[in-house]
């Protein structure tokens, strides 16, 4: 006699009781402090502790403010060259961890690359700070070169992840196939693998932009007088009197934010 058949249901998470209830809260607890925040932006009253109309008159006043202004070019530019020269960075240590035969070290080379993402950022401020007074105290310079260099560190391992990523999902064949047509290893990069790359390269320098633009710690702590960023503005004025300037401000960076990370997400999918 033949045992009746028993179906064997998979685990599934969504079988759990309460889980739609605690994904639900939890989507509530990320998202109704940002949904507030571009709701007040738009907020026709001179407070924030009243929410009187729909009106486009703080994003208006942002745009005129001269200190915004100053502070959103300057962060567009340290932004900018911090992109660059990680990206540069990042696409050379990729290619050197990726590109060649294991060898004694390459653990501890991975390991300093993401050096800034597994230590507290503020502990990199602090290290940051005091190794820049020291040569402010031998050089009288102050500029903005700090904030460039500074920047530009901390951005290298946000774009050295998607490019390593790329190099190791892509297909050798035709590296190979270049080498053994005895193709100079500059040309075949040049040729074959620079254009196989270019999307993680785009991946890693626009994660790289976000994470420079939206910067608030090691800027703080790296920055002189009159060098404020969009960030560190903002935080300046939460301290002084909170108006819906700043919620314009922030949702601006929030949609900008958003336009890069789906760009990025979109050029990191997996395709066929």
Same mark, same amino acid.
């Given at each position: 006699?033949?045992?009746?058949?028993?179906?064997v249901?998979?685990?599934?998470?969504?079988?759990?009781?309460?889980?739609?209830?605690?994904?639900?809260?939890?989507?509530?607890?990320?998202?109704?402090?940002?949904?507030?925040l571009?709701?007040?932006?738009?907020?026709?009253?001179?407070?924030m502790?009243?929410?009187?109309?729909?009106?486009?008159?703080?994003?208006?006043?942002?745009?005129?403010?001269?200190?915004?202004?100053?502070?959103a070019?300057r962060?567009?530019?340290?932004?900018?060259?911090a992109?660059?020269?990680?990206?540069?960075?990042?696409?050379?240590?990729?290619?050197a961890?990726? @590109?060649?035969?294991?060898?004694?070290?390459?653990?501890?080379?991975?390991?300093?690359?993401?050096?800034?993402?597994?230590?507290?950022?503020?502990?990199?401020?602090?290290? +940051?700070?005091? &190794? !820049?007074?020291?040569?402010?105290?031998? =050089?009288?310079?102050?500029?903005?070169?700090?904030? &460039?260099?500074?920047?530009?560190? !901390?951005?290298?391992?946000?774009?050295?992840?998607?490019?390593?990523?790329?190099?190791?999902?892509?297909d050798?064949? +035709?590296?190979?196939?270049?080498?053994?047509?005895?193709?100079?290893?500059?040309?075949?990069? @040049?040729?074959?693998?620079?254009p196989?790359?270019?999307?993680?390269?785009?991946?890693?320098?626009?994660?790289?932009?976000?994470?420079?633009?939206?910067?608030?710690?090691?800027?703080?702590?790296?920055?002189?007088?009159?060098?404020?960023?969009?960030?560190? &503005?903002?935080?300046?004025?939460?301290r002084?009197?909170?108006?819906?300037?700043?919620?314009?401000?922030? =949702?601006?960076?929030?949609?900008?934010?958003?336009? !890069?990370?789906?760009?990025f997400? +979109?050029?990191?999918?997996? @395709?066929?």
């Open positions: 006699m033949a045992s009746p058949s028993v179906s249901r998979g685990f599934n998470i969504k079988r759990i009781p309460g889980f739609a209830t605690v994904a639900m809260l939890v989507f509530v607890i990320l998202y109704a402090p940002i949904i507030t571009v709701v007040y932006s738009f907020n026709a009253a001179d407070s502790a009243n929410l009187n109309g729909f009106s486009f008159r703080w994003y208006v006043v942002a745009w005129n403010d001269d200190i915004v202004i100053a502070a070019l962060s567009l530019m340290i932004a900018s060259f992109t660059l020269v990680s990206t540069i960075a990042a696409t050379m240590a990729a290619l961890t990726t @590109r060649t035969a294991p060898f004694r070290g390459m653990t501890l080379i991975y390991a300093v690359i993401n050096q800034p993402l597994m230590v507290p950022e503020v502990v990199t401020a602090v290290a +940051l700070l005091i &190794f !820049f007074a020291i040569i402010k105290v031998w =050089t009288g310079y102050t500029g903005l070169a700090y904030l &460039f260099a500074a920047h530009s560190a !901390f951005c290298i391992p946000f774009a050295y992840l998607p490019i390593r990523a790329r190099l190791e999902n892509m050798l064949s +035709l590296e190979r196939a270049a080498a053994d047509l005895y193709a100079p290893p500059w040309k075949a990069f @040049r040729r074959v693998t620079l196989l790359l270019w999307p993680g390269i785009l991946a890693g320098a626009m994660l790289a932009f976000v994470i420079s633009l939206d910067d608030v710690v090691i800027t703080e702590f790296v920055k002189s007088a009159g060098q404020d960023t969009l960030p560190t &503005f903002m935080l300046g004025q939460l002084r009197m909170i108006t819906p300037e700043v919620d314009a401000i922030a =949702t601006t960076l929030l949609l900008s934010g958003i336009m !890069f990370v789906t760009i997400f +979109l050029l990191n999918r997996k @395709r066929a």
